[in-house]
C-alpha cells in the first residue's frame, strides 16, 4: 500500500522567512502525489499535483515542490512566507485500483506565520 | 458556481442515534468520497464512490452507511455502532476513471456527539 510521511506536525516560520513542509512517499508505482491545504474549518484545496510530468511543480500561492524519486521526497516551498500562508497543509499519494483512485494523506503540517 | 455543498455544517447527536450528513455536487463528478478528519491524524477514507448504485469500503467503514442513488448526491449515515462518531467530515469528488485525478472538497460537516 502506498503512504506518505510528513515530517513535522508544527512549523513556524518568521513573515518573509523560506517555507518548507517535509513530505516522504512510499509508492512501488511511479506515484500521483498532491499538496493541499486548509484554513480553519475549511474544506481542502488543492495547492498543485506531480504527473510526473516535470519534477519541479509550481502551484498556487506561489509555493512549488520538487520531486526527488531518489530520496522518495515531494518537499513543499515557498520563498517568503506571508501571515496569510498559516494553515494546515497535508501531503497525498495516489492509489488506483480496479475499484478506483485512492488518495491515502499524511498527518499534516500546520505551518504558523510569526509577524 | 459549480461545487460541492454538505450541509449541515455543525450537528450534535445524542449517543444511541444515527445521523445523516448531506453532500451534493454540481460538478457533474462520477467519483465522490467521503473522509473523517481528527486532529493529528490527517484524512481517513470512509467511503467512496466511483459511479451511481455503486461504492466501496475505506479504510474505516466500521459504523457507517452510505447510498449513491443519483449522480449528483452522496449522502453518509453516522450509525449508533460508530464508537467515536465525533469529528469533522468532509466530502470530495473527482471526475474519476483516471489515476491522480484531483479531488475537490466540500465544506465540511462538524460533528459533536453529546
Known amino acids: 500500500a502506498q503512504s506518505v510521511t510528513q515530517l513535522g506536525s508544527h512549523v513556524s516560520v518568521s513573515e518573509g522567512a523560506l517555507v518548507l513542509l517535509r513530505c516522504n512517499y512510499s509508492s512501488s508505482v511511479p506515484p500521483y502525489l498532491f499538496w493541499y491545504v486548509q484554513y480553519p474549518n475549511q474544506g481542502l484545496q488543492l495547492l498543485l499535483k506531480?504527473?510526473?510530468?516535470?519534477?519541479l511543480v509550481k502551484g498556487i500561492n506561489g509555493f512549488e515542490a520538487e520531486f526527488k524519486k531518489s530520496e522518495t521526497s515531494f518537499h513543499l516551498t515557498k520563498p517568503s512566507a506571508h501571515m496569510s500562508d498559516a494553515a494546515e497543509y497535508f501531503c497525498?499519494?495516489?492509489?488506483?485500483?480496479?475499484?478506483?483512485?485512492?488518495?491515502?494523506f499524511g498527518t499534516g503540517t500546520r505551518l504558523a506565520v510569526r509577524p | 458556481d459549480g461545487g460541492i455543498t454538505q450541509s449541515p455544517k455543525y450537528l450534535f447527536r445524542k449517543e444511541g442515534q444515527n445521523v445523516t450528513l448531506s453532500c451534493e455536487q454540481n460538478l457533474n463528478h462520477d467519483a465522490m468520497y467521503w473522509y473523517r478528519q481528527d486532529p493529528g491524524q490527517g484524512l481517513r477514507l470512509i467511503y467512496y464512490s466511483q459511479i451511481v448504485n455503486d461504492f466501496q469500503k475505506g479504510d474505516i467503514a466500521e459504523g457507517y452507511s452510505v447510498s449513491r442513488e443519483k449522480k449528483e448526491s452522496f449522502p453518509l449515515t453516522v450509525t449508533s455502532a460508530q464508537k467515536n462518531p465525533t469529528a469533522f467530515y468532509l466530502c470530495?469528488?473527482?471526475?474519476?476513471?483516471?489515476?491522480?485525478?484531483?479531488?475537490?472538497f466540500g465544506p465540511g460537516t462538524r460533528l459533536t456527539v453529546l
Open positions: 470530495a469528488s473527482s471526475i474519476g476513471g483516471l489515476a491522480g485525478v484531483e479531488q475537490f
Open positions: 497525498a499519494v495516489s492509489e488506483w485500483k480496479s475499484s478506483g483512485d485512492k488518495l491515502t
Open positions: 506531480y504527473t510526473s510530468a516535470a519534477t
